[in-house]
Protein backbone atom coordinates (compact mmCIF):
# COMPACT_ATOMS: atom_id res chain seq x y z
CA UNK A 1 0.00 0.00 0.00
CA UNK A 2 1.26 3.15 -1.22
CA UNK A 3 2.34 6.00 2.00
CA UNK A 4 -1.30 7.92 2.49
CA UNK A 5 -2.44 11.10 1.35
CA UNK A 6 -2.24 14.24 3.97
CA UNK A 7 -4.89 13.45 6.67
CA UNK A 8 -7.27 16.21 7.45
CA UNK A 9 -10.39 14.79 8.94
CA UNK A 10 -11.07 11.78 11.31
CA UNK A 11 -13.02 9.92 8.61
CA UNK A 12 -9.95 9.98 6.67
CA UNK A 13 -7.69 8.95 9.76
CA UNK A 14 -10.75 6.29 10.56
CA UNK A 15 -10.84 4.51 6.54
CA UNK A 16 -6.80 4.82 6.62
CA UNK A 17 -6.89 2.67 10.15
CA UNK A 18 -9.22 0.24 7.88
CA UNK A 19 -6.78 -0.44 5.19
CA UNK A 20 -4.03 -0.63 7.24
CA UNK A 21 -5.91 -3.67 9.49
CA UNK A 22 -6.72 -5.03 6.11
CA UNK A 23 -3.21 -5.73 4.58
CA UNK A 24 -1.54 -6.46 7.49
CA UNK A 25 2.30 -5.53 8.74
CA UNK A 26 3.68 -7.30 5.82
CA UNK A 27 3.20 -3.94 4.00
CA UNK A 28 6.33 -1.91 4.20
CA UNK A 29 4.82 0.95 5.01
CA UNK A 30 2.49 -0.09 7.22
CA UNK A 31 4.34 1.63 10.38
CA UNK A 32 4.56 4.53 8.70
CA UNK A 33 1.25 4.58 7.72
CA UNK A 34 -0.03 3.62 11.43
CA UNK A 35 2.38 6.52 13.00
CA UNK A 36 1.24 8.95 10.76
CA UNK A 37 -2.67 8.61 11.72
CA UNK A 38 -1.73 8.29 15.32
CA UNK A 39 -0.43 11.61 15.63
CA UNK A 40 -3.30 13.14 13.56
CA UNK A 41 -6.03 11.30 16.19
CA UNK A 42 -3.61 12.70 19.12
CA UNK A 43 -2.07 15.92 17.91
CA UNK A 44 -4.75 17.57 15.31
CA UNK A 45 -7.20 19.83 16.78
CA UNK A 46 -9.81 17.87 14.53
CA UNK A 47 -8.39 15.05 15.85
CA UNK A 48 -10.05 12.27 18.79
CA UNK A 49 -7.80 11.41 21.96
CA UNK A 50 -10.17 8.67 22.39
CA UNK A 51 -9.23 6.80 19.31
CA UNK A 52 -5.89 7.48 19.38
CA UNK A 53 -5.19 5.80 23.35
CA UNK A 54 -7.33 3.14 21.36
CA UNK A 55 -4.75 2.94 18.70
CA UNK A 56 -2.02 2.50 21.53
CA UNK A 57 -4.19 0.44 23.63
CA UNK A 58 -4.02 -2.26 21.06
CA UNK A 59 -0.20 -1.76 19.83
CA UNK A 60 1.74 -4.84 21.06
CA UNK A 61 5.23 -2.99 21.50
CA UNK A 62 4.51 0.61 21.24
CA UNK A 63 7.82 2.31 21.47
CA UNK A 64 8.60 5.60 23.30
CA UNK A 65 7.00 8.03 20.13
CA UNK A 66 3.49 6.28 20.85
CA UNK A 67 4.05 7.14 24.48
CA UNK A 68 5.80 10.57 24.40
CA UNK A 69 2.96 11.65 21.77
CA UNK A 70 0.05 10.57 23.89
CA UNK A 71 1.36 12.03 27.25
CA UNK A 72 1.55 15.27 25.68
CA UNK A 73 -1.61 15.16 24.06
CA UNK A 74 -3.67 14.52 27.69
CA UNK A 75 -0.67 17.20 28.90
CA UNK A 76 -2.64 20.14 26.19
CA UNK A 77 -6.19 18.44 26.98
CA UNK A 78 -8.97 20.02 29.25
CA UNK A 79 -7.75 17.19 31.87
CA UNK A 80 -4.20 17.00 32.33
CA UNK A 81 -4.95 14.29 34.70
CA UNK A 82 -4.72 11.49 32.09
CA UNK A 83 -1.47 12.56 31.47
CA UNK A 84 0.24 11.77 34.77
CA UNK A 85 -1.79 8.75 35.15
CA UNK A 86 -0.94 7.16 31.73
CA UNK A 87 3.18 8.41 32.27
CA UNK A 88 2.80 6.51 35.80
CA UNK A 89 1.03 3.61 33.75
CA UNK A 90 3.98 3.63 31.73
CA UNK A 91 6.46 3.82 34.58
CA UNK A 92 4.89 1.30 36.61
CA UNK A 93 4.17 -1.79 33.98
CA UNK A 94 7.69 -1.20 32.47
CA UNK A 95 8.80 -3.22 36.15
CA UNK A 96 6.74 -5.60 35.59
CA UNK A 97 7.79 -9.16 34.21
CA UNK A 98 7.81 -10.24 31.31
CA UNK A 99 5.76 -6.85 29.85
CA UNK A 100 8.30 -4.75 27.01
CA UNK A 101 6.70 -0.95 27.96
CA UNK A 102 9.61 1.56 26.74
CA UNK A 103 11.20 3.95 29.74
CA UNK A 104 10.60 7.40 29.80
CA UNK A 105 13.18 9.54 28.30
CA UNK A 106 14.23 13.41 27.89
CA UNK A 107 10.85 13.85 25.69
CA UNK A 108 8.24 11.94 28.12
CA UNK A 109 9.63 14.43 30.78
CA UNK A 110 9.08 17.87 29.76
CA UNK A 111 5.44 16.72 28.66
CA UNK A 112 4.19 15.03 31.98
CA UNK A 113 5.82 17.91 33.87
CA UNK A 114 3.42 20.60 31.46
CA UNK A 115 0.55 19.17 33.18
CA UNK A 116 1.91 19.27 36.12
CA UNK A 117 2.23 22.53 35.40
CA UNK A 118 -1.41 23.21 34.57
CA UNK A 119 -2.98 21.23 37.56
CA UNK A 120 -0.73 23.46 39.79
CA UNK A 121 0.25 19.91 41.47
CA UNK A 122 3.62 20.90 43.29
CA UNK A 123 3.77 17.51 44.85
CA UNK A 124 3.39 15.72 41.68
CA UNK A 125 5.74 17.57 40.38
CA UNK A 126 8.46 16.98 42.85
CA UNK A 127 8.25 12.94 42.55
CA UNK A 128 8.44 13.27 39.26
CA UNK A 129 11.92 15.75 39.54
CA UNK A 130 13.11 12.61 41.77
CA UNK A 131 12.55 9.78 38.70
CA UNK A 132 14.37 12.42 36.96
CA UNK A 133 17.26 12.62 39.33
CA UNK A 134 16.98 8.79 39.65
CA UNK A 135 16.83 8.44 35.97
CA UNK A 136 20.17 10.08 35.55
CA UNK A 137 18.33 12.88 33.28
CA UNK A 138 18.95 15.94 35.70
CA UNK A 139 21.65 17.65 33.12
CA UNK A 140 19.72 17.59 29.99
CA UNK A 141 18.61 21.00 29.44
CA UNK A 142 15.47 20.61 28.04
CA UNK A 143 14.20 18.45 30.87
CA UNK A 144 15.42 21.27 33.63
CA UNK A 145 13.95 23.87 31.38
CA UNK A 146 10.46 21.51 31.80
CA UNK A 147 11.27 21.78 35.51
CA UNK A 148 11.61 25.25 36.18
CA UNK A 149 8.41 26.12 33.57
CA UNK A 150 6.69 23.71 36.37
CA UNK A 151 7.63 24.80 39.87
CA UNK A 152 7.12 29.01 38.14
CA UNK A 153 3.76 27.51 36.72
CA UNK A 154 2.68 25.85 40.74
CA UNK A 155 3.04 29.23 42.25
CA UNK A 156 6.89 28.25 43.29
CA UNK A 157 9.32 30.58 41.91
CA UNK A 158 12.31 29.74 44.69
CA UNK A 159 12.07 26.17 43.76
CA UNK A 160 12.19 27.13 39.16
CA UNK A 161 15.28 29.39 40.86
CA UNK A 162 17.02 26.78 42.56
CA UNK A 163 16.91 24.27 39.25
CA UNK A 164 18.00 27.23 37.01
CA UNK A 165 20.66 28.15 39.14
CA UNK A 166 22.18 24.28 39.10
CA UNK A 167 21.87 24.17 35.65
CA UNK A 168 25.36 24.13 34.18
CA UNK A 169 24.29 25.44 30.55
CA UNK A 170 21.65 27.70 30.39
CA UNK A 171 19.68 28.67 26.63
CA UNK A 172 17.56 31.35 25.89
CA UNK A 173 14.62 28.96 26.74
CA UNK A 174 16.09 28.67 30.79
CA UNK A 175 16.35 32.54 31.18
CA UNK A 176 13.01 33.13 29.61
CA UNK A 177 11.06 30.24 31.38
CA UNK A 178 12.67 32.12 34.90
CA UNK A 179 11.94 35.76 33.78
CA UNK A 180 8.43 34.54 32.94
CA UNK A 181 7.95 32.24 36.57
CA UNK A 182 9.04 35.53 38.61
CA UNK A 183 6.29 37.97 36.25
CA UNK A 184 3.63 35.34 36.84
CA UNK A 185 4.33 35.08 40.29
CA UNK A 186 4.37 38.78 40.94
CA UNK A 187 7.97 39.27 41.06
CA UNK A 188 8.53 42.06 38.38
CA UNK A 189 11.49 43.61 39.74
CA UNK A 190 13.43 40.07 40.35
CA UNK A 191 12.12 39.48 36.79
CA UNK A 192 13.79 42.91 35.19
CA UNK A 193 17.17 41.77 37.08
CA UNK A 194 17.52 38.76 35.99
CA UNK A 195 16.95 39.75 32.34
CA UNK A 196 19.58 42.37 32.92
CA UNK A 197 22.06 40.00 33.92
CA UNK A 198 20.71 37.20 30.91
CA UNK A 199 22.18 40.42 28.41
CA UNK A 200 25.44 40.42 30.70
CA UNK A 201 25.72 37.30 30.12
CA UNK A 202 25.41 37.65 25.99
CA UNK A 203 23.06 35.23 25.41
CA UNK A 204 20.22 37.07 23.26
CA UNK A 205 16.34 37.37 24.08
CA UNK A 206 13.86 35.96 22.21
CA UNK A 207 10.53 37.28 21.20
CA UNK A 208 9.09 35.59 24.42
CA UNK A 209 11.44 37.00 26.82
CA UNK A 210 11.17 40.34 25.51
CA UNK A 211 7.31 40.40 25.91
CA UNK A 212 7.73 38.64 29.63
CA UNK A 213 10.51 41.77 30.63
CA UNK A 214 7.92 44.15 28.92
CA UNK A 215 5.51 42.82 31.06
CA UNK A 216 7.93 43.27 34.33
CA UNK A 217 8.16 46.96 33.56
CA UNK A 218 4.33 47.29 32.55
CA UNK A 219 3.90 45.91 36.37
CA UNK A 220 6.50 48.22 38.06
CA UNK A 221 6.57 51.01 35.79
CA UNK A 222 10.20 50.77 34.59
CA UNK A 223 9.96 52.75 31.69
CA UNK A 224 13.75 53.53 31.42
CA UNK A 225 14.16 49.78 31.14
CA UNK A 226 11.26 49.07 29.43
CA UNK A 227 12.82 51.66 26.64
CA UNK A 228 16.08 50.04 26.53
CA UNK A 229 13.96 46.87 25.96
CA UNK A 230 12.06 48.73 22.91
CA UNK A 231 15.36 50.15 22.08
CA UNK A 232 16.54 46.48 21.61
CA UNK A 233 13.71 45.14 19.77
CA UNK A 234 14.09 48.20 17.22
CA UNK A 235 18.34 46.89 16.20
CA UNK A 236 16.58 43.36 16.30
CA UNK A 237 13.41 44.49 13.67
CA UNK A 238 10.68 42.89 16.24
CA UNK A 239 8.38 46.03 16.67
CA UNK A 240 6.29 45.39 14.18
CA UNK A 241 5.37 41.87 15.02
CA UNK A 242 1.89 41.86 16.80
CA UNK A 243 3.27 40.27 20.34
CA UNK A 244 6.32 42.32 20.48
CA UNK A 245 4.02 45.31 19.38
CA UNK A 246 1.16 44.99 21.87
CA UNK A 247 3.65 44.45 24.94
CA UNK A 248 5.32 47.93 23.88
CA UNK A 249 1.99 48.90 23.83
CA UNK A 250 0.68 47.82 27.40
CA UNK A 251 4.09 48.78 28.52
CA UNK A 252 4.30 52.57 27.44
CA UNK A 253 0.44 52.57 28.44
CA UNK A 254 1.13 51.22 31.83
CA UNK A 255 4.23 53.54 32.39
CA UNK A 256 2.08 56.32 31.74
CA UNK A 257 3.21 57.41 28.33
CA UNK A 258 0.11 56.77 26.25
CA UNK A 259 1.62 59.04 23.26
CA UNK A 260 4.46 56.43 23.11
CA UNK A 261 2.23 53.44 23.10
CA UNK A 262 0.06 55.02 20.43
CA UNK A 263 3.31 55.64 18.48
CA UNK A 264 3.66 51.65 18.80
CA UNK A 265 0.06 50.67 17.81
CA UNK A 266 0.53 53.10 14.35
CA UNK A 267 3.93 51.06 13.85
CA UNK A 268 2.55 47.82 14.39
CA UNK A 269 1.58 46.11 11.06
CA UNK A 270 -0.98 43.28 10.75
CA UNK A 271 -2.43 44.28 14.25
CA UNK A 272 -4.50 41.75 15.95
CA UNK A 273 -7.26 42.04 18.51
CA UNK A 274 -4.80 41.63 21.07
CA UNK A 275 -3.17 44.78 20.21
CA UNK A 276 -6.47 46.88 19.93
CA UNK A 277 -7.22 45.26 23.19
CA UNK A 278 -4.29 46.64 24.59
CA UNK A 279 -4.45 50.50 22.78
CA UNK A 280 -8.22 50.77 23.85
CA UNK A 281 -7.50 49.67 27.30
CA UNK A 282 -4.51 51.86 27.61
CA UNK A 283 -6.62 54.91 26.46
CA UNK A 284 -9.43 54.30 28.67
CA UNK A 285 -7.65 53.68 31.90
CA UNK A 286 -6.17 57.43 31.02
CA UNK A 287 -9.26 58.52 30.79
CA UNK A 288 -9.25 59.11 26.88
CA UNK A 289 -12.64 57.30 26.71
CA UNK A 290 -13.88 59.28 23.49
CA UNK A 291 -10.14 58.25 21.40
CA UNK A 292 -11.08 54.46 22.87
CA UNK A 293 -14.46 54.37 21.46
CA UNK A 294 -12.98 55.53 17.96
CA UNK A 295 -10.35 53.11 18.19
CA UNK A 296 -12.67 50.46 18.97
CA UNK A 297 -14.61 51.66 16.31
CA UNK A 298 -11.73 51.70 13.83
CA UNK A 299 -11.29 47.74 15.11
CA UNK A 300 -14.57 46.83 14.10
CA UNK A 301 -13.85 48.49 10.52
CA UNK A 302 -10.95 46.35 10.37
CA UNK A 303 -12.83 43.20 10.42
CA UNK A 304 -11.28 42.34 13.94
CA UNK A 305 -13.74 40.75 16.18
CA UNK A 306 -13.67 42.22 20.07
CA UNK A 307 -13.16 39.51 22.47
CA UNK A 308 -14.23 39.48 26.39
CA UNK A 309 -10.94 41.55 27.08
CA UNK A 310 -11.41 44.37 24.61
CA UNK A 311 -15.25 44.52 25.93
CA UNK A 312 -13.75 44.85 29.04
CA UNK A 313 -11.62 47.40 28.14
CA UNK A 314 -14.68 49.52 26.06
CA UNK A 315 -16.90 49.22 29.39
CA UNK A 316 -13.63 50.69 31.50
CA UNK A 317 -13.89 53.69 28.86
CA UNK A 318 -17.52 53.78 29.77
CA UNK A 319 -17.12 53.95 33.45
CA UNK A 320 -14.25 56.06 33.70
CA UNK A 321 -16.18 59.16 31.34
CA UNK A 322 -19.39 58.45 33.23
CA UNK A 323 -21.10 56.28 30.05
CA UNK A 324 -24.06 54.56 31.88
CA UNK A 325 -26.16 54.55 29.15
CA UNK A 326 -23.40 53.36 26.77
CA UNK A 327 -22.00 50.94 28.56
CA UNK A 328 -25.51 49.09 29.48
CA UNK A 329 -25.46 49.47 25.28
CA UNK A 330 -22.10 47.75 24.99
CA UNK A 331 -22.83 45.23 27.60
CA UNK A 332 -25.72 44.17 25.29
CA UNK A 333 -24.15 44.08 22.27
CA UNK A 334 -21.91 41.65 22.97
CA UNK A 335 -25.02 39.08 21.55
CA UNK A 336 -24.07 40.61 18.52
CA UNK A 337 -20.22 39.49 18.76
CA UNK A 338 -21.13 35.86 20.11
CA UNK A 339 -19.74 37.08 23.42
CA UNK A 340 -21.52 35.82 26.94
CA UNK A 341 -20.83 38.79 29.32
CA UNK A 342 -18.63 37.61 32.64
CA UNK A 343 -18.49 39.21 36.27
CA UNK A 344 -15.81 41.13 34.77
CA UNK A 345 -18.20 43.10 32.71
CA UNK A 346 -21.27 43.31 34.57
CA UNK A 347 -18.70 44.72 37.47
CA UNK A 348 -17.77 47.43 35.27
CA UNK A 349 -21.72 48.75 35.03
CA UNK A 350 -22.06 48.60 38.61
CA UNK A 351 -18.61 50.61 39.14
CA UNK A 352 -20.34 53.18 36.54
CA UNK A 353 -23.71 53.80 38.63
CA UNK A 354 -21.52 53.62 41.85
CA UNK A 355 -19.17 56.26 40.86
CA UNK A 356 -22.66 58.60 39.58
CA UNK A 357 -24.03 58.28 42.78
CA UNK A 358 -26.88 56.17 41.79
CA UNK A 359 -26.66 53.18 44.29
CA UNK A 360 -30.21 52.48 43.83
CA UNK A 361 -29.79 51.91 40.13
CA UNK A 362 -26.46 49.68 41.22
CA UNK A 363 -28.33 47.46 43.73
CA UNK A 364 -31.36 46.82 41.18
CA UNK A 365 -28.60 46.29 38.60
CA UNK A 366 -27.22 43.13 40.94
CA UNK A 367 -30.16 41.37 42.52
CA UNK A 368 -32.18 41.41 39.62
CA UNK A 369 -30.61 42.50 36.39
CA UNK A 370 -27.82 40.59 35.84
CA UNK A 371 -28.05 37.02 34.69
CA UNK A 372 -25.19 35.54 36.90
CA UNK A 373 -24.85 35.45 40.65
CA UNK A 374 -22.58 38.34 41.93
CA UNK A 375 -19.60 37.96 43.46
CA UNK A 376 -18.10 39.22 46.40
CA UNK A 377 -16.85 42.25 44.64
CA UNK A 378 -19.73 43.65 43.20
CA UNK A 379 -20.76 43.32 46.54
CA UNK A 380 -17.61 45.00 47.48
CA UNK A 381 -18.37 48.22 45.26
CA UNK A 382 -21.57 48.76 46.27
CA UNK A 383 -20.73 48.89 49.48
CA UNK A 384 -17.50 51.13 49.10
CA UNK A 385 -19.93 53.49 47.46
CA UNK A 386 -22.31 53.90 50.43
CA UNK A 387 -19.20 54.79 52.25
CA UNK A 388 -18.22 57.33 49.87
CA UNK A 389 -21.56 58.92 49.44
CA UNK A 390 -22.58 58.64 52.82
CA UNK A 391 -25.57 56.21 52.49
CA UNK A 392 -25.40 55.17 56.15
CA UNK A 393 -28.62 53.30 55.77
CA UNK A 394 -28.17 51.49 52.62
CA UNK A 395 -24.59 50.42 54.27
CA UNK A 396 -26.22 48.91 57.31
CA UNK A 397 -29.12 46.88 55.41
CA UNK A 398 -26.26 45.39 53.50
CA UNK A 399 -24.33 44.94 56.32
CA UNK A 400 -27.07 43.01 58.07
CA UNK A 401 -27.76 40.93 54.97
CA UNK A 402 -24.12 40.22 55.55
CA UNK A 403 -23.35 39.47 52.28
CA UNK A 404 -20.16 39.74 52.10
CA UNK A 405 -18.78 37.52 54.76
CA UNK A 406 -20.93 34.65 53.97
CA UNK A 407 -19.35 34.37 50.34
CA UNK A 408 -15.67 34.87 51.38
CA UNK A 409 -14.31 34.05 54.16
CA UNK A 410 -10.83 34.36 53.07
CA UNK A 411 -11.39 37.89 51.06
CA UNK A 412 -9.59 40.33 53.08
CA UNK A 413 -10.63 43.12 51.35
CA UNK A 414 -13.92 42.49 51.95
CA UNK A 415 -13.19 42.82 56.28
CA UNK A 416 -11.58 46.04 55.81
CA UNK A 417 -14.38 47.38 53.97
CA UNK A 418 -16.99 46.17 56.22
CA UNK A 419 -14.59 47.65 58.92
CA UNK A 420 -14.39 50.82 57.54
CA UNK A 421 -18.16 51.44 56.77
CA UNK A 422 -18.64 50.40 60.54
CA UNK A 423 -15.93 53.21 61.84
CA UNK A 424 -17.33 55.79 59.21
CA UNK A 425 -21.00 55.20 60.69
CA UNK A 426 -19.07 55.50 64.44
CA UNK A 427 -20.08 51.71 65.30
CA UNK A 428 -16.12 51.05 66.29
CA UNK A 429 -17.62 48.03 68.26
CA UNK A 430 -18.39 46.39 64.81
CA UNK A 431 -15.03 47.47 63.95
CA UNK A 432 -13.39 45.83 66.29
CA UNK A 433 -14.90 42.33 65.55
CA UNK A 434 -14.14 42.75 61.86
CA UNK A 435 -10.42 42.76 63.22
CA UNK A 436 -10.50 39.97 65.29
CA UNK A 437 -12.61 37.91 62.82
CA UNK A 438 -9.04 38.87 60.30
CA UNK A 439 -6.94 37.75 63.26
CA UNK A 440 -9.19 34.55 63.94
CA UNK A 441 -8.59 33.86 59.92
CA UNK A 442 -4.62 34.73 59.76
CA UNK A 443 -5.86 37.03 57.45
CA UNK A 444 -3.78 40.36 56.66
CA UNK A 445 -4.49 43.79 55.43
CA UNK A 446 -2.57 44.27 51.82
CA UNK A 447 -0.50 47.35 52.75
CA UNK A 448 -0.76 50.33 50.47
CA UNK A 449 2.59 50.72 48.56
CA UNK A 450 3.96 52.72 45.91
CA UNK A 451 7.05 52.32 43.34
CA UNK A 452 9.08 55.10 41.58
CA UNK A 453 11.73 54.13 39.06
CA UNK A 454 14.88 56.56 39.29
CA UNK A 455 17.88 56.40 37.03
CA UNK A 456 16.47 52.53 36.10
CA UNK A 457 16.29 51.35 40.00
CA UNK A 458 13.05 50.37 41.42
CA UNK A 459 12.30 52.03 44.53
CA UNK A 460 9.40 51.01 46.90
CA UNK A 461 7.55 52.88 49.61
CA UNK A 462 4.89 51.83 51.89
CA UNK A 463 3.34 53.87 54.22
CA UNK A 464 5.23 55.61 56.99
CA UNK A 465 8.22 53.83 55.76
CA UNK A 466 11.66 54.47 57.17
CA UNK A 467 13.71 51.97 55.55
CA UNK A 468 15.18 54.11 52.82
CA UNK A 469 18.24 55.01 52.67
CA UNK A 470 17.58 58.85 51.84
CA UNK A 471 14.53 58.70 54.44
CA UNK A 472 15.31 61.68 56.62
CA UNK A 473 15.84 63.73 53.23
CA UNK A 474 12.50 62.75 52.02
CA UNK A 475 10.49 63.14 55.11
CA UNK A 476 12.27 66.44 55.74
CA UNK A 477 10.92 67.23 52.02
CA UNK A 478 7.28 65.55 52.65
CA UNK A 479 7.16 68.54 56.06
CA UNK A 480 8.29 71.30 53.76
CA UNK A 481 5.38 70.52 51.20
CA UNK A 482 3.15 70.06 53.45
CA UNK A 483 3.42 73.51 54.91
CA UNK A 484 3.39 74.73 51.37
CA UNK A 485 0.35 73.06 50.60
CA UNK A 486 -1.45 74.30 53.97
CA UNK A 487 -0.83 77.85 52.56
CA UNK A 488 -2.38 77.21 49.65
CA UNK A 489 -5.38 76.02 51.43
CA UNK A 490 -5.18 72.05 52.42
CA UNK A 491 -6.90 70.51 54.86
CA UNK A 492 -5.97 67.01 55.91
CA UNK A 493 -9.25 64.81 55.01
CA UNK A 494 -9.17 63.78 58.32
CA UNK A 495 -12.53 61.95 58.15
CA UNK A 496 -10.30 58.95 55.61
CA UNK A 497 -8.28 57.33 58.69
CA UNK A 498 -10.57 55.42 60.35
CA UNK A 499 -9.30 54.73 63.69
CA UNK A 500 -9.81 56.00 67.06
CA UNK A 501 -7.80 58.57 67.68
CA UNK A 502 -7.28 62.34 67.81
CA UNK A 503 -7.43 64.22 64.64
CA UNK A 504 -3.29 65.46 64.67
CA UNK A 505 -2.56 61.45 64.65
CA UNK A 506 -4.87 61.29 61.66
CA UNK A 507 -3.68 63.78 60.06
CA UNK A 508 0.07 62.48 60.48
CA UNK A 509 -0.81 59.42 59.09
CA UNK A 510 -2.60 60.85 55.92
CA UNK A 511 0.93 63.05 55.35
CA UNK A 512 2.90 59.67 55.25
CA UNK A 513 0.52 57.66 53.14
CA UNK A 514 2.89 55.45 50.27
CA UNK A 515 2.45 57.57 47.20
CA UNK A 516 3.32 61.26 48.99
CA UNK A 517 6.69 59.38 50.37
CA UNK A 518 7.07 58.72 46.73
CA UNK A 519 6.53 61.77 44.97
CA UNK A 520 9.09 63.61 48.16
CA UNK A 521 11.81 61.58 46.93
CA UNK A 522 10.78 62.08 43.31
CA UNK A 523 11.05 65.57 43.98
CA UNK A 524 14.58 65.60 45.81
CA UNK A 525 16.35 62.99 42.63
CA UNK A 526 14.86 64.53 39.81
CA UNK A 527 15.71 67.86 38.11
CA UNK A 528 12.83 70.28 38.10
CA UNK A 529 10.09 69.70 35.07
CA UNK A 530 11.22 66.20 34.80
CA UNK A 531 7.58 64.00 34.95
CA UNK A 532 7.33 61.67 38.04
CA UNK A 533 5.45 58.80 37.65
CA UNK A 534 4.13 56.59 40.45
CA UNK A 535 2.62 53.03 40.27
CA UNK A 536 0.86 52.37 43.52
CA UNK A 537 -0.88 49.12 44.45
CA UNK A 538 -4.58 50.51 46.11
CA UNK A 539 -6.80 53.21 45.27
CA UNK A 540 -5.83 56.44 45.81
CA UNK A 541 -7.35 57.93 48.80
CA UNK A 542 -9.50 61.63 48.62
CA UNK A 543 -6.68 63.65 50.72
CA UNK A 544 -3.95 61.87 48.70
CA UNK A 545 -5.66 62.93 45.44
CA UNK A 546 -6.31 66.83 47.01
CA UNK A 547 -2.71 66.88 47.91
CA UNK A 548 -1.10 66.08 44.73
CA UNK A 549 -3.39 68.72 42.77
CA UNK A 550 -1.83 71.17 44.62
CA UNK A 551 1.68 69.86 44.68
CA UNK A 552 1.82 69.63 40.91
CA UNK A 553 0.77 73.20 40.70
CA UNK A 554 3.01 74.78 43.58
CA UNK A 555 6.01 72.79 42.09
CA UNK A 556 5.20 73.02 38.60
CA UNK A 557 5.51 68.86 38.21
CA UNK A 558 2.96 66.99 35.98
CA UNK A 559 2.35 63.47 38.31
CA UNK A 560 1.15 60.44 36.68
CA UNK A 561 -0.11 58.22 39.93
CA UNK A 562 -1.59 54.53 38.26
CA UNK A 563 -3.61 53.75 40.94
CA UNK A 564 -5.49 50.10 40.74
CA UNK A 565 -8.56 51.55 38.73
CA UNK A 566 -6.74 54.02 36.47
CA UNK A 567 -4.29 56.67 35.81
CA UNK A 568 -4.53 60.74 37.55
CA UNK A 569 -2.73 63.05 35.22
CA UNK A 570 -1.82 65.78 37.95
CA UNK A 571 -0.88 68.78 35.79
CA UNK A 572 -1.36 72.63 37.04
CA UNK A 573 -3.38 71.87 39.92
CA UNK A 574 -5.70 69.88 37.97
CA UNK A 575 -6.18 65.89 37.85
CA UNK A 576 -7.43 63.97 34.64
CA UNK A 577 -9.98 61.88 36.05
CA UNK A 578 -11.80 64.76 36.55
CA UNK A 579 -12.47 63.98 40.35
CA UNK A 580 -14.38 60.87 39.05
CA UNK A 581 -12.88 57.75 40.49
Not at 168 to 184: K, L
Request: glycine share 6%; charged share 25%; net charge neutral.
Amino acid sequence: MALAMEISTMAQAMQLHARLLKSGQEDPTHFQNLSKLFTFSALSPSGDLTYARHILTNLRTPNSYYYNTMIRAYSDSPDPTRSITLFLSMHCRREQPGVVVPGPDKFTYPFVLKACSKLRNTQMGKQIHGLILKSGLISDRYVNNALIHMYAGCGDSGLALKVFDEMSERDVVSWTSMIDGFVDNNRPIEAIKLFELMMESGVDPNEATLVSVLRACADTGALRIGEKVHSFVKEKDLSMKANVGTALIDMYAKCGCIDDARRVFDETMDKDVYAWTAMISGLASHGLSEEAMEHFELMKSCNVKPDERTMTAVLSACRNAGWIGKGLYHIRSMKKYKLRPTIQHYGCIVDTFVRAGQLDEAEQFIRKMMPIDPDVVLWRTLLWGCKVHGDVERSKRLLKDVELLKMDSRDCGSYVLLGNVYAATGNWKEKAKMRELMNQRGLVKTPGSSRIEIDGNIHEFTAGDSRHVEAEHIYAKLDEMEQNVRREGYDPKVSEVLLEIDDDEKASQLLHHSEKLAVSFGLIRTDPGTVIRIVKNLRSCEDCHSFMKLISKLYQREIIIRDRIRYHHFKDGECSCGDRW
